[in-house]
């Protein structure tokens, strides 16, 4: 059974609310096969102007949150013997730090590390942990930089393939690293940018 956290940490939940989560899931299903870490929010504001509230929301969410999720999950995975996968989502802002998106960056660069981390503790386990790095993709958090005309010009005009990527864009990679094709990958940040960080 795959377990997504994105709406479970967009509905804001608490910390004590992942157990519960994860014991319904293996009480419905039995099992728990891969865990995709998509959840994400991003506050753009100059690093100058950084409000401590914006930078504890962001790092709860786009790197608390997976890490104590997965944590419950890869327990499972150990418990019942079972290999398991976990994907977690990056960004290219994790290699290249953004403008104006702070704790958005500490958080992406911090998943790449928490990926390879996870990685090694969990090997011996059979439980394979990497993450995937969208490029520019047309979403709610990216709606105002896409609306921009300008920014949307400077943008599209360096990435190689010449546009922002839809979403479903990234599902291959996502079945791929749930998949046994992947099963000798792991601690690896995949990025889908298009070509951006080739440039």
């Known amino acids: 059974m795959p377990l997504s956290s994105s709406a479970y ?3 804001k939940l608490r910390m004590n609310d992942i ?7 293996v009480k419905e299903f039995g099992k728990i096969d891969f865990l995709f870490n998509n959840a994400g929010i991003i506050r753009r504001t100059p690093s100058e102007d950084f409000l401590e ?6 790092l709860a969410i786009n ?3 997976p890490f104590f999720l997965a944590q419950a999950v ?15 989502t990056s960004s290219l802002i994790a290699v290249q730090g953004g403008k104006r998106v702070p704790a958005y960056a500490a958080s992406k660069g911090g ?9 090694n503790d969990w090997a011996q386990y059979n439980i394979m942990v990497n993450a995937i790095g969208p490029g520019w993709v047309k979403t709610d958090l990216t ?5 921009d005309k300008e920014r949307n010009a400077e943008i599209t005009g360096r990435i190689p393939l ?12 996502a079945v791929f690293l749930a998949s046994d094709a992947s099963d000798y990958i792991t601690g690896q940040t995949i990025f889908v940018d298009g070509g951006w960080l080739a440039m």
Request: glycine residues 8%.
């Open 111 to 119: 998943i790449d590390q928490l990926t390879k981390s996870m990685a």
């Open 9 to 11: 940490w967009q509905s």
């Open 162 to 173: 010449g546009r922002w990527a839809d979403p479903v864009e990234l599902a291959g990679t």
């Open 19 to 25: 157990k519960k989560l994860v014991d319904r899931t």
């Open 53 to 58: 509230e914006d930078w504890d929301d962001v």
């Open 74 to 88: 890869a327990r499972v995975m150990i418990s019942q013997k079972r290999k398991g996968k976990i994907i977690n």
């Open 63 to 65: 790197l608390k949150g």
């Open 143 to 147: 709606g105002p930089l896409h609306q």
